[in-house]
Each structure stands twice: as structure tokens, then as C-alpha cells.
């Protein structure tokens, strides 16, 4: 009674921990937002932001100053959204409610700016603040400025330049000039005349500019400005300033990416990184084809437009505008070719954090030695900002050339026994068209015991044959599978093995009857009566009376003759 009473009373107490644990809910994370990149923007164009935080969900919201943006949930630590063009300026609180759980909020995290406007050139009286103890004129720069905050390739921008004189006299039949080994002078040639510039007021001159080349991974560029005048007495005067011009996001050139140096835009980027190769055959050897696989993700925060993939490397042509091709013809197809498709590809679109895969069929040429094979990838495409980018990046591939041998009996396998001594004629030969060294080739079986089952092989030339004679006892009968194993170093030193099984046919013991002595044996009879009778009869007589040592006759094949009877001597005395 009573332990019944006890099991029904844990059984009880089991059922409210299970109910309790099922209550128990996890942890969430606190709701938080820690980071907003960029934090300074200009409302002239839409502009992408990245939100760090804490415990986001994909029905995250964000808001800038009480007004819903467009959002896009990454993870769980990571958000984006786009400012729209013409927003507000200003500095504006950011938040992120998740329906139902609650709010965080970031003060201040965005900063809106107007966009620069370019100052009027225009003259404005100054008076000259301090007399010179000289009479000679001295041009100097007051101010610059750019019509743009930072430039970009393929993009005109204006330079405006501010000039004053600080000497004591007038400076006459001034000339600017305007060089730059990055920019190109449009309208002008880059050289304006300035005529006179007296000690009160100042010069305000304007140059249109352009890149010459990408700028890929620059973060500025500098321009030479130089001012020759004369004074009153026709002395001439020269001076030398240089300016430098912050560089955007920009593509066209090799090598890594570069951040530009951070302006008031923010930084907005598209960068295209191979984060993990294949191939569907390995080892690579010489004659192969095989299929290289690449996994592709933009690590910017902007897009990439009509992205076309060369493998081998290969660049814009036509000025770096994407409507006047690719040169792709003069990359490295020494070792590796492209086979079924070129070595062009286009892969679409590909938005900031997003990941494709790409593929491209080549061939291992024939004549390729061993060795590590490095191979450029390019990427051409254009950003969201309009920039003409080529991503450029560097794979390695390993080419191997491996023995190719043959392995089986060198003549046929005899007849095999159970629990006797077989021998097994092994051979391995080279079939390839270079040398090898082998290490040792070992023979075992799991149906008996191998004696003189390894040897060590060394160089086999081309055709070469090197042969081993093991001793097989096999416990078992039937068909019998050989491993055998033959290890080598590969050409990265790396140790390899060959494998191949082969099979033999052991046959059961027999018992061979005994040889036929040329009469059949019968089985014994039995001595009969009249046997035993007449050996009695010839014993008395003195004759041979053994047992016969072959099968006796039957007695009735032996024919019975009465002794014959002699009279008895007489006795008497006489």
C-alpha cells in the first residue's frame, strides 16, 4: 500500500519540473542601438546608413526624426537603411522598434547636411591689414574650394581659387596654370590670365577638371598651381602652390580596396571579394578538366551593376565606360585555359552584403609542371554612385603530378590450397612518362598469413616494372581479396598511397585414397569347421597346419579324401 502511494507521489513531482521547464522561456537580448555608419550625410543624394546594435528581427523598424525609412534586417547585430534625398538637415535622433518587444533609440546618431554651395567669384574690396616694408608684389592663395565635396572618375568638377596680394605693389599680366599628372583641364588648357591685381581686392578664378585615369584605392590627388606676374619695373615673379583634391569611392585600378578618406557624404563602397574557391577535381593534374567554382560577396554597402567576372585578368577598355567593353585577351593562359565558355562572364547585379557563386570550365594544359599556380580574377561593373570599378583579385591553384602505375601478377597464380604454402607473383609497373619513386609495397589479406609481404620499390623508370614474391598460407577457401599498398611522397611533399585489390581462388584440402595394390581386397571369412578339421589331419601328418593368410575356400570346394587304411602290425613273442 504505502509504496504505491510513494510512486504515485514522484511520479506527481516529475510532471511539475516538466511543466516548469516548458515554461521556461530564453533570455532575450536587450533591444539596443550602438552604432550608426555614416553618422554625417548630405541630403543630395539618397544615402544607405548600417545600424549596429543588439537583437534585431526582420520586422525591425527604423525611424530618423518620427519618419519611417526604408530598412533592410542583415542579422542580428546588423541593420540598413536609406535617408532619401532632400531629408531634413540637421541632427536627428534614430530609432528601432520591434513590434510587440519595444524601442531603442540613438540621440543625435544622424547628421544632415545641405549640400556646398560654390562661392560667387566675385571681387570684394579688402583693405590691405598691415603695410610691407617692401614694394614688391606677392601673390598668395586667400582660399579654394571644389564644386563637389570629394571628385569622381568619369565626373567634371570645378576648382575655385581665391587670390590675394600681399605684397606692396601691383602685380602685373598675371597667369595662372593649372598642371596635374591625375586631372585633366577642360575648356582652357588650364592656363587663365588674370591681367593686374592691385594690394586692395582680390582675384577669383574658376577651372573645370576631370580624372585622367581611375582612381581607384587614391584617396586624394593633388593639382599644381602656378602664378608668374611682374611689377611696375617689369621685374617678373613666379610662385608655386599645390592644392589637394579629396578623391570618392572610385574603381578602375588593381590591388585592394581603399576607404577614401572620410568627408562629409559619408563613405559609400562596393567591394566584390572571392571568399572561398573549389575545383570538383582534386588533385589537379596535367590534361584535366575540371570546373573552378567561386563564391563572390559584396562587402560594400552599395551595390554592384552588370558585374562581368574575367578570369585571367583584364580591365575597361574604351576610357573605363562599361558600354565600350572589357579587355580581357591579355591575362595568363599558359597553364590553365578557359574550355566550352571564354573567359568573360557576366553575373548581374549584386546589392551590398549579397553573396553569388560563380563558375568557369578550364583545362590543366598538358605540358604544366607541379607547382602552385597563382590566377587573377577580375570584376567589372558599376556602382550605385556611377563609378566604374575593377575588382581585382589573385587565387592559387596546385598542380600535382601523381604516378600513374599498374599493379596485378606478373604470370598466372597456381593452384592454392587451404592451410598450404602458395606463391603470389606480384609486379607493379610504371606506366607514365616521367620517373617515379615509390616508397613500400606491401601485400596483406584478412583469409591468411603473408610471408615476405613488403618490400621497399625506389625509382622506376618510364615502363619500369618492379616485382614482389610473397608467400600466401590462406585460412579460408574461395575467392580471396589481396590489398595491396604502395606509399610515396607527392610533389608538396605530402605523404600519398596506392591501392589496389586483387583476388585469387583458393581451393579445399582433399584426402587422395591409397594406391591400388593390383588385387581386389575382399573381406575376411570365417574359418568353417572342416577347415579347422583339416589342419588338425595335417598336423598329425606332419604338413603345414597354419591359418591360411588369404580368404579359404568354401568348404564345399574342397574335396575330402578318407585316408586309406593299412592293416595293423601283428605282435606276439617270440
Not at 424 to 436: A, C, D, Y
Amino acid at each position: 500500500m504505502y509504496p504505491r502511494i510513494r510512486n504515485v507521489s514522484i511520479l506527481a513531482l516529475i510532471l511539475v519540473i516538466f511543466a516548469a521547464l516548458a515554461n521556461v522561456r530564453p533570455v532575450q537580448a536587450t533591444l539596443a542601438v550602438d552604432a550608426v555608419t555614416p553618422s554625417v550625410v548630405v541630403n543630395d543624394v539618397a544615402t544607405q546608413i548600417t545600424i549596429s546594435g543588439s537583437d534585431f528581427i526582420d520586422t525591425a523598424i527604423v525611424r530618423l526624426n518620427g519618419i519611417t525609412l526604408t530598412s533592410t534586417y542583415v542579422s542580428a547585430t546588423t541593420l540598413t537603411a536609406v535617408i532619401p534625398q532632400a531629408f531634413a538637415t540637421g541632427t536627428h535622433d534614430l530609432e528601432v522598434e520591434i513590434p510587440g518587444v519595444g524601442t531603442a533609440l540613438k540621440t543625435g546618431a544622424v547628421n544632415v547636411l545641405a549640400p556646398t554651395a560654390p562661392p560667387t567669384a566675385t571681387a570684394t574690396a579688402t583693405p590691405t591689414a598691415t603695410p610691407f616694408p617692401f614694394s614688391r608684389p606677392q601673390v598668395v592663395i586667400d582660399h579654394y574650394t571644389f564644386s563637389v565635396s570629394a571628385i569622381k572618375y568619369g565626373e567634371d568638377f570645378v576648382l575655385y581659387v581665391s587670390l590675394d596680394n600681399a605684397g606692396g605693389s601691383t602685380a602685373y599680366g598675371m597667369q595662372v596654370t593649372f598642371t596635374s599628372v591625375d586631372l585633366l583641364m577642360l575648356k582652357n588648357g588650364g592656363v587663365i590670365a588674370v591681367d593686374n591685381l592691385s594690394t586692395v581686392g582680390k582675384a577669383n578664378i574658376s577651372q573645370s577638371m576631370t580624372a585622367a585615369a581611375s582612381l581607384y584605392g587614391r584617396s586624394m590627388v593633388s593639382v599644381d598651381m602656378n602664378v608668374t606676374y611682374a611689377d611696375e619695373k617689369g621685374t617678373p615673379f613666379s610662385e608655386k602652390f599645390t592644392i589637394y583634391v579629396p578623391v570618392a569611392s572610385t574603381g578602375g585600378g588593381g590591388g585592394a580596396v581603399v576607404a577614401a578618406t572620410a568627408t562629409p557624404t559619408g563613405t559609400r563602397l562596393s567591394r566584390l571579394v572571392i571568399t572561398q574557391y573549389t575545383t570538383d577535381l582534386d588533385p589537379l593534374q596535367p590534361g584535366m578538366i575540371f570546373a573552378l567554382s567561386l563564391s563572390v560577396k559584396n562587402m560594400g554597402t552599395i551595390g554592384a551593376r552588370n558585374v562581368t567576372m574575367i578570369v585571367g585578368g583584364g580591365s575597361s577598355s574604351g576610357g573605363g565606360t562599361p558600354q565600350a567593353g572589357v579587355s580581357a585577351g591579355s591575362g595568363e593562359f599558359t597553364n590553365f585555359a578557359p574550355l566550352g565558355t571564354s573567359n568573360v562572364q557576366s553575373i548581374g547585379n549584386v546589392d551590398g552584403g549579397m553573396e553569388i557563386d560563380a563558375n568557369q570550365k578550364l583545362v590543366v594544359n598538358v605540358g604544366t609542371n607541379p607547382g602552385a599556380y597563382p590566377m587573377r580574377i577580375s570584376f567589372l561593373y558599376t556602382d550605385t554612385n556611377g563609378n566604374v570599378v575593377n575588382d581585382e583579385q589573385v587565387i592559387t591553384l596546385l598542380v600535382y603530378r601523381l604516378p600513374q602505375v599498374q599493379i596485378g601478377f606478373y604470370q598466372p597464380v597456381g593452384e592454392l590450397y587451404m592451410e598450404q604454402a602458395g606463391m603470389l607473383p606480384i609486379q607493379v609497373v610504371n606506366l607514365g612518362r616521367n620517373t617515379v619513386i615509390l616508397g613500400n609495397m606491401s601485400v596483406e589479406s584478412d583469409a591468411g598469413y603473408i610471408e615476405n609481404g613488403q618490400m621497399m620499390v625506389g625509382a622506376l623508370d618510364m615502363g619500369g616494372y618492379f616485382p614482389l614474391d610473397a608467400t600466401f598460407y590462406p585460412s579460408e577457401s574461395g575467392s580471396v581479396e589481396l590489398l595491396v599498398t604502395i606509399t610515396y611522397l607527392d610533389d608538396f611533399n605530402q605523404p600519398r598511397t596506392i591501392t589496389q585489390v586483387l583476388e585469387v581462388d583458393v581451393l579445399e584440402m582433399t584426402i587422395e585414397p591409397p594406391i591400388d595394390p593390383g588385387f581386389p581386397i575382399e573381406p575376411e571369412q570365417a574359418e568353417s569347421f572342416w577347415h579347422k578339421l583339416w589342419r588338425f589331419i595335417l598336423g598329425l601328418l606332419g604338413l603345414d597346419s597354419s591359418a591360411p593368410s588369404s580368404p579359404v575356400e568354401s568348404p564345399t570346394e574342397i574335396p575330402f579324401e578318407p585316408l586309406p587304411s593299412e592293416p595293423l602290425p601283428s605282435g606276439g613273442k617270440g
